[in-house]
């Protein structure tokens, strides 16, 4: 077959066996990677959404959380139950489908129902849920907060159950708890470091200025006993053998203790924050106001 050649030639190859093998090749890799990408796609069109048309299951999972507050003579219990969408696949998630709290206190009844209705509700809409807990962590009680265990400032009910909304979604997975970074951490076991051997130097001197010459001599033919617990606030052995109220120790969540001292952190809304060296530190979040 004659074909005609209107233009000018300026170049010419010969394709040869290879160039066709290397070109079936490229056509094959394409042909997989097409059928990749659409059996993605399919997959991804059958993963189930969270939505309100998803009827509830016979069974659900769920957490139950105590709360007692100074508010009430009796304690609350919230219970949270969680739907699993699209189980044993990768696309496996645990979300949030309802909340109970009951009690024996009925002071409060009709605005709690309405409240854990409502909070249902937005659970089965889907979407972001994680809006909730900003929203009820901003409430504050007119009559004033409280402190629960550990020393965290709780501005009303309302936000403590926004605290243990933020709890539950952290323990399936929705939201991401920052953490503290080596640096940090290692800046505030410093920090309680230097307060623990401010005090215990404080407390010595006190005590060596009170003490009769006798008392001062057998103190200092006495050990010196080395406390294990390194770390520690209020190390042994102590000044006196009775207990002073600076002995007393307010313990925070992880075990940490605080002096009783410490006023609150606006940070961290945890009774934590000391004056070391003429600044306000925290020694629960590491906050100064000195920077």
């Not at 645990?94 to 009951?102: A, D, H, K, L, Q």
């Not at 409060?108 to 409502?118: E, K, N, P």
């Not at 940090?184 to 060596?208: C, F, G, P, T, V």
């Amino acid at each position: 077959m004659a074909v005609k050649i209107d233009k000018k030639i300026k170049g010419y190859s010969v394709v040869t066996p290879e160039d066709k093998a290397k070109q079936a090749e490229a056509a094959k890799a394409e042909a997989v990677r097409r059928e990749a990408a659409e059996a993605a796609e399919a997959q991804a069109s059958n993963v189930i959404q969270m939505h309100e048309r998803i009827e509830r299951p016979e069974t659900l999972i769920g957490s139950t959380y105590k709360l007692k507050t100074p508010l009430f003579e009796h304690a609350l219990y919230v219970t949270i139950n969680d739907i699993v969408l699209n189980a044993g696949s990768e696309h496996e998630q645990r979300r949030p489908f309802e909340i109970f709290i009951n009690s024996k206190n009925m002071d409060h009844f009709q605005w709690i129902v309405a409240l854990t209705r409502i909070m249902s509700a937005v659970f089965r809409k889907g979407g972001d849920v994680t809006f909730l807990v900003e929203e009820m962590k901003a409430v504050f009680d007119p009559r004033g907060g409280y402190f629960k265990a550990g020393g965290v400032y709780m501005p009303s009910l309302v936000a403590e159950l926004g605290s243990i909304v933020e709890d539950h979604l952290k323990a399936i997975g929705m939201i991401k708890d920052p953490e503290l970074s080596d640096a940090q951490r290692a800046l505030i076991a410093e920090k309680r470091a230097a307060y623990a051997a401010l005090d215990s130097k404080k407390n010595s001197e006190i005590s060596l200025a009170g003490a009769t010459p006798a008392a001062v001599a057998t103190t200092s033919e006495a050990p010196v006993v080395t406390d294990d617990r390194s770390g520690e606030l209020f190390p042994e052995p102590k000044v006196r053998p009775d207990r002073r109220e600076e002995d007393v120790e307010v313990t925070g969540d992880g075990g940490v203790s605080f002096p009783p001292s410490a006023t609150m952190c606006h940070k961290c809304n945890t009774k934590a924050l000391v004056i070391m060296d003429g600044c306000a530190t925290c020694l629960n979040c590491g906050y100064s106001k000195c920077g």
